[in-house]
């Protein structure tokens, strides 16, 4: 699609750095520049005041990802697109079945009243909680990944959504400030609200997490 729309060489694409690398490949396929902007803390998807900040004459497009089953602000982000003649487009997820996306919301909805200690997902218009993503305080990577494995100790199927930010990869090594990415990075954890868990599952998750929850201080 970039390509098709005489996005090339010479050209810088802005994209999020949290996620996979997939969008920051196919900018570099066609020859230009992935420049990363910052995300929104609560919906982990492109900050509008971000993208604008990583403009430079250079800027072709703008690729919005929406995150987790949140969708990203496009409202806001093809206003930008508008006032400085860029191409925005969007990468959106597969969100399956309506009842699956039903069950799920069920399922986050129980979990958005049970945890402790954790905070919950931001839920937002039209959330399809294709992951449900929550936030581990403490110190960062290192209290993340040790409530991580007392979760998974427990029989929970919890996993980190993001290992390392694109930015942060050798292709796409960049001298950047992403303060927003790097703490969801390191805090992030994502937990089951699959359309097959049972009840019992579900309080399972609820009993491993608030365990746990009430070791934890929130980071100030």
Known sequence: MLRAAGVGVGDEVVVPAFGNAEVAETVALVGALPVFADIDPA???LDTAAVEAALTPRTAAVVAVHRFGRPADTARLHAVGQRH???????RETDGPYDDIARRRERAAYLDGKLKGVRTP???DGHTYQQYVVRVPGNGRPDRDAF???VRGKGVDCRVPVQ????????????VSLPETERAADETL?????????KRDMQRIVSACNALGGLLQPAH
């Open 164 to 175: 390392t930010p694109v930015h942060r990869m050798p292709a796409f090594r960049r001298c």
């Open 148 to 150: 991580a494995r007392a």
């Open 43 to 45: 919906t982990y998807c």
């Open 85 to 91: 003649g860029l191409l925005v487009l969007e990468q």
């Open 190 to 198: 994502a937990l089951p609200v699959d359309a097959s868990l049972t």
């Open 122 to 124: 931001d839920g937002g």
